[in-house]
């Protein structure tokens, strides 16, 4: 009875089926090059991390659209979250990011999420086939990082192994634009703004950039 699982499972799967067909067919090459890819990721459940880098108006929320009913009419969870409360309004069952994943307002290096075992945010993530966090370069390298670290005690936590893949091997889709708003650090120089960006994380060398 877990509410958050529940209104991720309560979608009309035949509805979405009907909507994925149309919605595929009117992708572009890019875009189905970019989908397939993301998708048999998630099919095969071996996890993996990408950036998919457009600037505004390429299609990313249409992309995000057309995974989002692939993956909610075969009856899994995906996530789709935002580094904007505007941002969000513009995904299907959109939230936060920090909201989501209950990531801490002042992060630092080591933070993680303040997701506890055996609750209900803990469940829904540990279910999760696929998470989107789109205008990914605004936030803090540190939040994805903490992130990264609560997924790992999420998936692995029964294994006993916390040093396994990126997000404990779940698919991650990081989406946005470089060359709008990067993080904003309180005092800090251009260089410190530049270095605070998710392609400055240790993430970054894992994560495969699709345009």
Known sequence: MNPLMMEELSYDKDSLSNDFKLLYTSLTDKQKSVYNEIFNSVKRKKGGVFFVYGYGGTGKTYLWKTLSASIWSKGE????AASSGIASLLLEGGRTAHSRFLIPINLTEDSQCQVK???DVYELLKKTSLIIWDEAPMIHKHAFEALDRT?????????GNTSGSLFGGKVVVLGGDFRQILPIVQNGTRNDC??????????????KVLN
């Open 117 to 119: 075992g055996n609750t």
């Open 151 to 159: 997924l790992k005690d999420v998936i692995n936590v029964d294994l």
């Open 77 to 80: 969870i995906f996530l789709n």
């Open 194 to 207: 530049v270095n605070a960006t998710i392609s400055s994380s240790y993430i970054w060398s894992n994560c």
